[in-house]
């Protein structure tokens, strides 16, 4: 009974590291459609690289764009995507905080194609 009690426990701790460590960073695909990213909100570490794939799953061209951020890391990364396109790229931050992304084709962000990264240290 006891090996059976430790090995329920294990699995719990088990399972609770997972969910805190959960989408935090590595890797996530961001689908790319009428007017929305999903999904719009994603989660990385300062200083980790974090793979995106983008994959533009709508009917429009979409990109992905932070507007009052300059990135050294996501020059020369092209995220402009017509349908059916995907795209893999490595974002890595700096600093902690929350960096929005738009889709910065005319109208999309004003239609409410934004996202953000937030970063934790």
């Not at 719009?40 to 994959?55: E, K, M």
């Not at 507007?67 to 020059?75: A, D, G, R, Y």
């Not at 905080?97 to 934790?120: D, E, N």
Request: proline share 7%.
């Amino acid at each position: 009974m006891k090996p059976l009690i430790a090995l329920i426990g294990l699995a719990l701790i088990l399972v609770v590291l997972i969910a805190i460590r959960g989408g935090r960073s590595g890797a996530v695909e961001i689908s790319m459609y009428e007017m929305r990213f999903a999904p719009n909100q994603i989660y990385a570490d300062v200083g980790v690289p974090l793979t995106v794939r983008l994959s533009n799953v709508g009917n429009e061209r979409h990109d992905l764009a932070f507007p009052s951020l300059s990135m050294p890391h996501l020059q020369g990364l092209e995220s402009n995507l017509g349908p059916g396109e995907s795209r893999t790229i490595t974002l890595r931050f700096d600093e902690a905080g929350t960096y929005t992304f738009i889709c910065a084709l005319p109208g999309h962000a004003a239609s409410g194609m934004t996202g953000a990264v937030f970063v934790r240290p």
